[in-house]
């Protein structure tokens, strides 16, 4: 029976890399740094993080006062994330494709830890909240920078990027 659990984990995991990123563990240093040199995360901020994982962004955004919701694919990870966030009112994991998901109107920021054949999509898909929002968000990406858009600041491995909303094209006549 435990074979059968570890090959489903093993299938399971395997066909979430497929769909997004890998799970890669961020650094609780690199984190606590990127929220204090690259982007101050206060309790105005409302973080929404891409590919939540076991929480650990999400507990550093709330360590700082902000209010945090992660998106989760992998549902194993999603019952960590929710128990090691169990006592925390700022915290909220939720079990959802990111493609398929409209993010609170209060979103301030978006981290993610993308790999580098999503991580212009993902830019893309935080244009459109913004957009669908209608003011800037800011954008931080771990590991991987968007090819093609210019940066605001960079710190070690984590890239900032300000995303404004799209114009629209057409005009009222």
């Given at each position: 029976?435990?074979?059968?659990?570890?090959?489903?984990?093993?299938?399971?995991?395997?066909?979430?890399?497929?769909?997004?990123?890998?799970?890669?563990?961020?650094?609780?240093?690199?984190?606590?740094?990127?929220?204090?040199?690259?982007?101050?995360?206060?309790?105005?901020?409302?973080?929404?993080?891409?590919?939540?994982?076991?929480?650990?962004?999400?507990?550093?955004?709330?360590?700082?006062?902000?209010?945090?919701?992660?998106?989760?694919?992998?549902?194993?990870?999603?019952?960590?994330?929710k128990l090691l966030s169990?006592?925390?009112?700022?915290?909220m994991v939720v079990l959802a494709n990111f493609w398929t998901v409209e993010m609170p109107a209060n979103t301030t920021v978006v981290y993610t830890f993308g790999d580098g054949r999503d991580i212009a999509k993902m830019y893309r898909k935080v244009q459109q909240e913004a957009t669908r929002i209608g003011r800037e968000l800011s954008f931080i990406s771990y590991a991987f920078?968007?090819?093609?858009?210019?940066?605001?600041?960079?710190?070690?491995a984590h890239h900032l990027y300000k995303v404004k909303p799209l114009q629209s094209t057409t005009e009222a006549v």
């Open positions: 029976m435990w074979l059968w659990i570890a090959l489903g984990i093993v299938v399971s995991i395997g066909f979430v890399a497929f769909l997004g990123a890998p799970y890669v563990p961020s650094k609780r240093k690199d984190i606590d740094r990127a929220f204090t040199e690259l982007y101050q995360l206060d309790h105005s901020d409302l973080l929404v993080d891409i590919g939540a994982g076991d929480g650990v962004v999400l507990r550093a955004a709330s360590k700082r006062g902000a209010h945090a919701i992660g998106y989760e694919i992998h549902p194993v990870l999603v019952a960590i994330a169990r006592n925390d009112d700022k915290v920078e968007v090819p093609g858009v210019k940066l605001h600041k960079s710190i070690g």
